[in-house]
């Protein structure tokens, strides 16, 4: 089986680093040396592992995606800057371009709707690690068996992240929906967004190692005469989980490419199930 050619599109920011390097060393995938970045980016190339990756600008895309797609078809990973969320899903589409897009923020309907009207599928996740995404899964189950299980409790989220995360976590934001369902009224913007390295040092006890890559989530639910009290927790170290998560998602994209399926989202939760 020939193995599937990809382009990471964001380096040469961490995520898609660590994507690129997992794509690099596995052998299902060919890393493409090109990568799709921000105007920001004044250097020209990266190097990952021993390979160099052009860095691709927005002023020239057009005409390099034009270039490697005359050599063949390939899926692009997106993990780049919540500000380009829907500009980049737009060109992807355009260009007939399959895309797994890990980049949280943007307009999330927008994103949906502009794939359903395009030739091409896409995995949309704004978490690609399958063991947190499992267990939202679980949450959603409950908050569609249980609603109202929680009702009267007050809830605090707190998400912690490396400084550089612009945007509050992608699966924060949706736990808030499983919680509002199971009776807590919350809003996203009660969300605690921790980005100070002291803070994650000192308070919450992130180990100095991963300040600039982890993600640690709290759900504290606590009953109105404050006797009862619930806490789910997920802490994650480092980048690994979820670049192992995105390679699954990019398997499943190629299959459902194979298959000729088209205008269609998919997301990790059907990645777990293959379907």
Known sequence: MNPIKVMVNGLPGNMAAKVAEHVLHNGDFQLLPYSLTGPEITTTETVIGSVPVRLIRPEERADVIAEVQHEGSFIAVDYTHPSAV?????FYCEKSLPFVMGTTGGDRE???????????????????????????????FAAKEFPD???????EIKESHQKGKADTSGTAKAMTGYFNRLGIPFAKD????????????SELGVPEEYLT??????YTLTSEDGTVRFQFMHNVNGRDVYALGTLDAIRHLAARVEEGIT??????????KGI
């Open 86 to 90: 829907n500009s980049n899903a737009s």
């Open 110 to 140: 927008a994103l949906t709707g502009v794939v359903e009207r395009s030739s091409i599928p896409a995995v949309i996740a704004p978490n690609m690690a399958k063991q947190i995404v499992g267990f939202q899964a679980m949450m959603e």
């Open 149 to 155: 299980l929680f009702k009267g409790y007050r809830l």
């Open 190 to 201: 009660e969300i605690q967004m921790i980005r100070e390295p002291e803070v994650q040092r």
């Open 213 to 218: 890559g982890h993600g640690w989530h709290t």
């Open 263 to 272: 205008g269609r989202v998919f997301t990790m939760i059907d990645v777990l």
